[in-house]
Each structure stands twice: as structure tokens, then as C-alpha cells.
């Protein structure tokens, strides 16, 4: 993982972290994204397959996402805007936001998809409680927590997210302890490769669910939540130039995204070597339920158990974010806001219709994973655009070699979702 002071994009002198500790939290909360379950099929799959070979690509995935996320935190602390309220003021077509619109709307839905079905498979797996039924029922913890965060404002809602955040942690990190991976399989796993279209494939379905576009979006969010440029979500000239200010927040912001991209880091990593050491040619452990499974078998109850508790953390947490998320996207561009339960329950239909019908949990969960890698450019251009603009940023811009990594980023991303829809339609 990338140290604290990996990039210095911006004229703040290096320091220690803030004693104010109550300045992180946004970056925690936005990281929860990273441990959904569309992680967690993504990376089982991946390790049950193809052993340590994707390694490389979850580390090389979560070093990207600090990047990434560093930057959607900056534009959220510095302009008091979020990346959807920026973009809506920038398109000055209305049909240009309303297409932009159903593309992070469409993403937003496949996040959803696999956050709910997620949250339910893990019910079923704990109480044996049909999948429909654990799909409304995760459907309406996530709604309740909303509530907390329109009613009792940020600070309560990330209490509850980063407490999941740490449920999730244990409880798939645990299974390592028991059945601790092998260390030059993991070394080896380093070198960048694949070994057919099905390795592609689950390397862009790696890369959709780690650097996630609701993600983006929902962090620039949820600092301009906390901080703004002032305090509040309209920035005056006196609060572009309180540069003290801005500095202390993005330092803080730095330690904040550090954090929560080492834990989310770690989570990912820790799965996908999980099911490299334990899972690998066990027949049926393409599925969630058969990962559980093959688990219980290999390690003992102990162990599935957790790792079912930590995919309900992971459905309940993430899908929270994502709705939270979602809700910016459509206020940010078509500037209307609707009620929340109406919301809720159009972004839960989807994933209650594919629950309903019987498709397999865990294959709608990879593709979901592949549709959020192809949102990822329409997210991450335009973030490395504006940051890099002094008219947005002012001196806190981007420097030059941060807007070259983040287009490097961007094009490595583009390249990858290209020669997989190549290997799928040629069927290589």
C-alpha cells in the first residue's frame, strides 16, 4: 500500500496526523464500497480458479483506488460540491446530463444488485431464510440506516458504516489464521498475467468491484457532507482562500483514505488468498453457497460462519453507501430530489426481480462487477479533468505527475475493459 505522503499533489507541507481524529471518517465510510460482495464473489471466484494468480491485480486495483479516492475527497473538501454537482453545472445541455445521468444511474443499479443479493445470500446461508424474502429484508436495514444518516446527519451514519466496516475485517480475515496461505505462491502471484478470457474477466470484475464508480462519486459527497470549503455546501470566496484550513482537512483526508484503502486492502487480498489456499479444486466453489460450503468442510463451522456474518456486514454496509450514492448522482444531475423510500424501492427491484426468478446468485454478482469496470471512465476522466483544473481546484490542483497517474490509471482501466469485450466476442 502506498504511504500517507505517496502523493503530494497539492503545496501542503508534510506532517504528522491531526489531533483532531473526528476530521476522518468519510474515507472509511466511501471504503466500504471496496468490501461489498461483489468483492467478495469476485475474489473467491478468482482465488477458487485461478489460485494467486490475480494477486497482482487487487494490489494493483487498491493502489489506483488511493489515488482515486484521494482525489474525489480533494474536489468534495476544496469546492464544497460533490463530482455529480460539479459535472451538472459543466454539462449545460440537458440532454447531456440526462445521459450522463443513466449511465451512473445504470451503474448505481448494478451496485445495488450486488449488495442486496449479497446481504441475502448470506441470510440464507445464516438462517436458511429464502433468498427473496433476505433480499427485501436487506433492502430495509439499508433503509433504516439512510434514515440515520437524513435524520441525525453524518457523523452517526459513519459510526454505523465504519462498525460493519470492522465486523467485516474480522470476520474475513479470520479463515487466514486457520489456513494461512503459502508465501511464494503469493510472491509469484505478483507477476502481472493472465491465462485466458475467464482470468480477464475476473480481472475487470476485480477491478469494477474495487474501484467502484459509486464510489467516486458518493466520497466527494460525503466530504462536501462533512467539510465543504466552508462548513457548508455553498463555498464563498472567504472559504477558497482559508488555506489553513484546507490544508489541515486534506492532510487529514490523506491519513483518512490511507486507512480505509489499507483495510479494504487487506480484506480483498485476505479473500482472494483464502480461497487460493482452500478452495482451489474443490468442486462448487464458483458460488457463494459453495465457497460456504467447502469452508465449513475444509476449516469447520467456525470459520463459514464468519465468513457469512461478514458478507450480511458487507450487504448491509455497502448497499447503504451505493443508495447514498445513488440519491447524489440524480440530485447532481437532473437536480431533483425524491423520496427516499420511493428511490429505494426502484433500485431494489432489480435485485429483488433476479432473486425472484431464480438466476444464480453469485454469477449476477461477477457481472454486476464487470458492468460497474465499463462505468469506471465515465467517473474517473472527468474527476482527473476538474482536479487538475486550477479555474475548479485553485492552487490545490493537481500536480503535474498526479494528473499523469490518474491518466495512466484511467487508460490501463479503458485497455483492460477493451480486450475483454474483445476475448468475450471473439471467444478466445
Given at each position: 500500500?502506498?504511504?500517507?505522503?505517496?502523493?503530494?499533489?497539492?503545496?501542503?507541507?508534510?506532517?504528522?496526523?491531526?489531533?483532531?481524529?473526528?476530521?476522518l471518517?468519510?474515507?472509511?465510510?466511501?471504503?466500504?464500497?471496496?468490501?461489498?460482495?461483489?468483492?467478495?464473489?469476485?475474489?473467491?471466484?478468482?482465488?477458487?480458479?485461478?489460485?494467486?494468480?490475480?494477486?497482482?491485480?487487487?494490489?494493483?486495483?487498491?493502489?489506483?483506488?488511493?489515488?482515486?479516492?484521494?482525489?474525489?475527497a480533494?474536489?468534495?473538501?476544496?469546492?464544497?460540491?460533490?463530482?455529480?454537482?460539479?459535472?451538472?453545472?459543466?454539462?449545460?445541455?440537458?440532454?447531456?446530463?440526462?445521459?450522463?445521468?443513466?449511465?451512473?444511474?445504470?451503474?448505481?443499479?448494478?451496485?445495488?444488485?450486488?449488495?442486496?443479493?449479497?446481504g441475502?445470500v448470506?441470510?440464507?446461508?445464516?438462517?436458511?431464510?429464502?433468498?427473496?424474502?433476505?433480499?427485501?429484508?436487506?433492502?430495509?436495514?439499508?433503509?433504516?440506516l439512510?434514515?440515520v444518516?437524513?435524520?441525525?446527519?453524518?457523523?452517526?451514519?459513519?459510526?454505523?458504516?465504519?462498525a460493519?466496516?470492522?465486523?467485516?475485517?474480522?470476520?474475513?480475515?479470520a479463515?487466514?489464521?486457520?489456513?494461512?496461505?503459502?508465501?511464494?505462491?503469493?510472491?509469484g502471484?505478483?507477476?502481472?498475467?493472465?491465462?485466458?478470457?475467464?482470468?480477464?474477466?475476473?480481472?475487470?470484475?476485480?477491478?469494477?468491484?474495487?474501484?467502484?464508480?459509486?464510489?467516486?462519486?458518493?466520497?466527494?459527497?460525503?466530504?462536501?457532507?462533512?467539510?465543504?470549503?466552508?462548513?457548508?455546501?455553498?463555498?464563498?470566496?472567504?472559504?477558497?482562500?482559508?488555506?489553513?484550513?484546507?490544508?489541515?482537512?486534506?492532510?487529514?483526508?490523506?491519513?483518512?483514505?490511507?486507512?480505509?484503502?489499507?483495510?479494504?486492502?487487506?480484506?480483498?487480498?485476505?479473500?482472494?488468498?483464502?480461497?487460493?489456499a482452500?478452495?482451489?479444486?474443490?468442486?462448487?466453489?464458483?458460488?457463494?453457497?459453495?465457497?460456504?460450503?467447502?469452508?465449513?468442510?475444509?476449516?469447520?463451522?467456525?470459520?463459514?460462519?464468519?465468513?457469512?456474518?461478514?458478507?450480511?456486514?458487507?450487504?448491509?454496509?455497502?448497499?447503504?453507501?451505493?443508495?447514498?450514492?445513488g440519491?447524489?448522482?440524480?440530485?447532481?444531475?437532473?437536480?431533483?430530489?425524491?423520496?427516499?423510500?420511493?428511490r429505494?424501492?426502484?433500485?431494489?427491484?432489480?435485485?429483488?426481480?433476479?432473486?425472484?426468478?431464480?438466476?444464480?446468485?453469485?454469477?449476477?454478482?461477477?457481472?454486476?462487477?464487470?458492468v460497474?469496470?465499463?462505468?469506471?471512465?465515465f467517473?474517473?476522466?472527468?474527476?482527473?479533468a476538474?482536479?487538475?483544473?486550477?479555474r475548479?481546484?485553485?492552487?490545490w490542483?493537481?500536480?503535474?505527475?498526479?494528473?499523469?497517474?490518474?491518466?495512466?490509471?484511467?487508460?490501463?482501466?479503458?485497455?483492460?475493459?477493451?480486450?475483454?469485450?474483445?476475448?468475450?466476442?471473439?471467444?478466445?
Open positions: 500500500m502506498p504511504k500517507t505522503a505517496a502523493i503530494d499533489d497539492t503545496p501542503v507541507a508534510r506532517t504528522t496526523p491531526p489531533r483532531s481524529l473526528w476530521l471518517g468519510p474515507a472509511l465510510v466511501a471504503g466500504v464500497a471496496y468490501l461489498d460482495p461483489g468483492n467478495v464473489a469476485s475474489n473467491m471466484t478468482a482465488g477458487a480458479q485461478y489460485g494467486y494468480l490475480l494477486v497482482w491485480v487487487v494490489i494493483a486495483g487498491n493502489v489506483m483506488a488511493w489515488l482515486i479516492q484521494y482525489l474525489s480533494k474536489l468534495g473538501v476544496v469546492t464544497g460540491q460533490s463530482l455529480p454537482e460539479v459535472l451538472g453545472s459543466r454539462l449545460t445541455k440537458p440532454w447531456a446530463r440526462r445521459a450522463y445521468w443513466l449511465q451512473a444511474e445504470l451503474v448505481a443499479m448494478a451496485t445495488d444488485l450486488a449488495e442486496v443479493i449479497g441475502a448470506a441470510l440464507h446461508l445464516l438462517f436458511d431464510i429464502p433468498l427473496l424474502l433476505g433480499g427485501l429484508i436487506t433492502g430495509a436495514v439499508s433503509m433504516a439512510l434514515v444518516q437524513s435524520r441525525r446527519g453524518p457523523r452517526p451514519f459513519e459510526f454505523v458504516i465504519i460493519l466496516m470492522a465486523i467485516i475485517t474480522v470476520a474475513f480475515i479463515g487466514l489464521f486457520v489456513a494461512p496461505p503459502d508465501a511464494a505462491s503469493v510472491v502471484g505478483l507477476l502481472p498475467r493472465f491465462e485466458g478470457t475467464g482470468s480477464v474477466l475476473l480481472a475487470a470484475s476485480i477491478l469494477g468491484a474495487t474501484i467502484m464508480p459509486h464510489a467516486i462519486y458518493a466520497h466527494s459527497s460525503l466530504t462536501r457532507d462533512r467539510f465543504g470549503a466552508a462548513g457548508t455546501h455553498a463555498p464563498t470566496e472567504a472559504a477558497r482562500t482559508d488555506t489553513s484550513r484546507i490544508r489541515r482537512l486534506l492532510t487529514a483526508t490523506r491519513w483518512d483514505v490511507s486507512i480505509a484503502m489499507l483495510i479494504a486492502g487487506t480484506v480483498n487480498l485476505g479473500i482472494l488468498l483464502l480461497a487460493a482452500n478452495l482451489a479444486g474443490v468442486e462448487g466453489t464458483d458460488s457463494l453457497k459453495g465457497a460456504h460450503a467447502a469452508l465449513a468442510s475444509g476449516l469447520g463451522p467456525v470459520v463459514a460462519t464468519f465468513f457469512a456474518v461478514g458478507l450480511l456486514a458487507s450487504g448491509l454496509a455497502s448497499t447503504s453507501v451505493g443508495a447514498y450514492a440519491a447524489e448522482i440524480m440530485h447532481g444531475l437532473l437536480r431533483v430530489r425524491i423520496p427516499l423510500l420511493a429505494r424501492l426502484v433500485t431494489l427491484m432489480p435485485a429483488l426481480v433476479i432473486l425472484g426468478v431464480g438466476v444464480d446468485p453469485t454469477l449476477a454478482l461477477v457481472l454486476s462487477q464487470v460497474l469496470s465499463f462505468g469506471i471512465p467517473a474517473l476522466i472527468p474527476l482527473v476538474l482536479t487538475a483544473q486550477r475548479t481546484l485553485g492552487e490542483a493537481n500536480r503535474a505527475w498526479t494528473t499523469v497517474a490518474g491518466v495512466v490509471a484511467s487508460v490501463l482501466l479503458i485497455a483492460l475493459n477493451a480486450a475483454l469485450l474483445w476475448l468475450v466476442l471473439s471467444g478466445a
